[in-house]
């Protein structure tokens, strides 16, 4: 898992990125609050987020938490089904040392927006 940046966003800079397999395109929104959104599409799918986190700071740790829901289309053979979930909170950690790491934290509620049903637990 990737834990530094790939570019530093100025207000209105967009970041593409093309591959064989998918196409990422991404936006500085607001600078106060930092908001960011992308758009990613590939074969089968599509997702939308606007990321707006809010980070914490706890001396060894970084907490971020983002409330947005993210959008995921999934292309079907017979029809297009909508997910709608929220990105778990994530923790980094060793911010001082080289091996630094990324880790989930919590729960997430996937809710199928095309059927309304939500999941078990």
């Given at each position: 898992?990737?834990?530094?940046?790939?570019?530093?966003?100025?207000?209105?800079?967009?970041?593409?990125?093309?591959?064989?397999?998918?196409?990422?395109?991404?936006?500085?929104?607001?600078?106060?609050?930092?908001?960011?959104?992308?758009?990613?599409?590939?074969?089968?799918?599509?997702?939308?987020?606007?990321?707006?986190a809010k980070m914490k700071f706890t001396g060894t740790q970084v907490k971020v938490k983002d409330e947005n829901l993210a959008e995921v289309k999934l292309k079907l053979e017979d029809k297009d089904?909508?997910?709608?979930?929220?990105?778990?909170?994530?923790?980094?950690?060793?911010?001082?040392?080289?091996?630094?790491?990324?880790?989930?934290?919590?729960?997430?509620?996937?809710?199928?927006?095309?059927?309304?049903?939500?999941?078990?637990?």
């Open positions: 898992m990737r834990t530094s940046k790939p570019f530093i966003s100025l207000l209105g800079e967009t970041y593409e990125l093309k591959t064989n397999k998918f196409r990422f395109i991404g936006e500085c929104v607001c600078k106060v609050p930092s908001t960011l959104a992308f758009h990613a599409e590939g074969e089968g799918f599509e997702m939308t987020k606007n990321v707006q089904e909508i997910y709608y979930f929220p990105i778990p909170e994530m923790t980094i950690g060793n911010l001082l040392l080289p091996s630094r790491y990324m880790e989930p934290v919590g729960e997430i509620e996937v809710i199928n927006a095309t059927s309304d049903l939500e999941n078990p637990g």
